[in-house]
Every structure is written in C-alpha cells, then in structure tokens.
C-alpha cells in the first residue's frame, strides 16, 4: 500500500503561482512513476504531468507545458508540482497518483493505469 497526501492548493489571482507537494508513504520504493491530475467542475479527471520516481523523466500536458513544473525528492518521498501563470481555467481539484508499473510511457498519461490516490487538493485562479 501507498499513502498519498496533497497540499499547497488555494485561491489565487490569475498570473499567480502556487505550490503543490504530494507525500508518499508506505511501500514507496515500489513506485514507478508520479502524476498529477485534476477534475474541474463538470469535467472528467485530466493528465496533467508525471515523473518517473527513479530517473526523473517528466511528462506534461500541452496545456500546462512551460507553466508547471513537475520535480520530487527521493529522500523525502515527495512530489512537486509547480504552478504558474495560472489561468482562470486551471481551476480544479488536483490530485497526485502513484503507479507501480508501466509497460509504455504512453500509460504515464492514463489515470486507469495509476494504483494509488491522494484526496486531492483545491486549486482556485480568479480572474
């Protein structure tokens, strides 16, 4: 089993940045890769970006490419997620996820393909 949990979400101002962490506990030298999704109102579940947990590979969606940046730090068993020039439309709950095994890294942007789920942390950019 691995525990996940998200913080660092809040309400900012469009052009604003934020921070996400996600702490993983538990069996977490069986992790693979690290993703960050988000679910805004009324929508399905996102790909936002993943990291391979071993050698750092990342992966992002072209919607937040060269906005968010995604890192971790082994020795905490933490990812990151940060977020800047955020927009209106980055609103969300964002959640981190950890997967356990990938056969393509076409699968690092599948949210079926991760094994485990933190709560999700709130993400609120006015305009």
């Known amino acids: 089993q691995v525990q996940l949990v998200e913080s660092g979400g809040g309400l900012v101002q469009a052009g604003g940045s934020l921070g996400l962490s996600c702490a993983a506990s538990?069996?977490?030298?069986?992790?693979?890769?690290m993703g960050w999704f988000r679910r805004a109102p009324g929508k399905e579940r996102e790909f936002v970006a993943a990291?391979?947990?071993?050698?750092?590979?990342?992966y992002y969606a072209d919607s937040v490419k060269g906005r968010f940046t995604i890192s971790r730090d082994n020795a905490k068993n933490t990812v990151y997620l940060q977020v800047n020039s955020l927009k209106p439309e980055d609103t969300a709950v964002y959640y981190c996820?950890?997967?356990?095994?990938?056969?393509?890294?076409?699968?690092?942007?599948?949210?079926?393909?991760?094994?485990?789920w933190g709560q999700g942390t709130q993400v609120t950019v006015s305009s």
């Open positions: 996820a950890a997967g356990m095994t990938f056969t393509s890294t076409l699968y690092y942007f599948m949210d079926r393909k991760y094994d485990y």
């Open positions: 538990g069996r977490t030298n069986s992790i693979y890769t």
């Open positions: 990291i391979v947990w071993s050698g750092g590979g990342t």
